[in-house]
């Protein structure tokens, strides 16, 4: 009877023991099946957000405006680096707050007394609140599909730019200063998302500003167009 009993007990242990087996692996299975479904729900790039930008600034030849006399300012390809906090809603529209730095060194500076080299920089620091839309490619029976994880997206933004203005010229001197200007800007770009919290994205912007106007050592106005393009990297995390 006794080993009837641990027989008994054996087998009835070691069919748990398959049973536990086969839930776990069926388990797993599903989870393999389903999890990145779930992860890449319709709704995994909405929320809160913070992001990294950097890229090329390019400054565009400028009208100025010396002592009543129009001219035209070159500058060379600079940089712009910065980041945002935004919050992307479920209609696909996106708000944020940015805020970024943009360099150009001067090249020269073209006036009807002729054409003089124009050795400085202008720099500026924008604040911008921007609104987006982001084009939605997938479908509800593909949501871990590339297209899913692809986010075309058209934007723009209005805000602040304060503009530092260092050049020496010999037909004008030294101007080191800074102005306060209004300033507006358009984007179009393409997100990928690596992960449900992660994506990466690239974009091309144009940023304009009112004319910022500097004085030179004698108080003279120097006033300077101010019209940019760039060429960002962004890297996005979703909270």
């Known amino acids: ?41 319709e709704n995994f790039d909405k929320g809160v957000y913070v992001e990294l930008r ?68 202008i720099t500026a620091v924008t604040t911008m609140f921007n609104v987006y839309y982001d084009f939605d490619l997938s479908n509800p029976a593909a949501e871990n599909t590339v297209a899913a994880r692809l986010k075309p997206f058209v934007g723009g933004g209005v805000g602040l730019a304060i503009v530092d203005f260092e050049g020496t010229a010999a037909g004008v001197g030294t101007i080191d200063g800074f102005d306060h200007v209004l300033a507006y800007q358009f984007m179009v770009g393409l997100s990928y998302w690596v992960t449900p919290q992660i994506s990466a994205n690239l974009r091309y912007v144009i940023l304009g500003a009112q004319d910022p106007s500097f004085q030179d050592a004698a108080g003279n106005k120097f006033e300077v167009e101010y019209l940019t393009q760039g060429l960002m990297a962004g890297l996005r995390y979703r909270f």
Do not use: C
């Open 1 to 41: 009877m006794t080993r009837q009993l641990l027989t008994a007990l054996a087998v009835l242990g070691f069919l748990s023991g398959a049973a536990g087996a086969q839930e776990s692996g069926a388990g797993a299975e599903r989870a393999a099946e389903t999890g990145p479904q779930t992860a890449f729900d």
């Open 54 to 121: 950097g890229g090329e600034a390019r400054l565009n030849e400028a009208d100025v405006d010396f002592l009543g006399v129009n001219g035209r300012a070159k500058f060379n390809a600079g940089w712009l680096i910065g980041g945002a906090l935004g919050y992307a809603h479920e209609s696909g529209l996106r708000f944020e707050f940015e805020s970024l730095y943009r360099e150009n060194v001067n090249d020269d500076l073209d006036l009807p007394g002729g054409q003089q080299n124009l050795a400085g920089q």
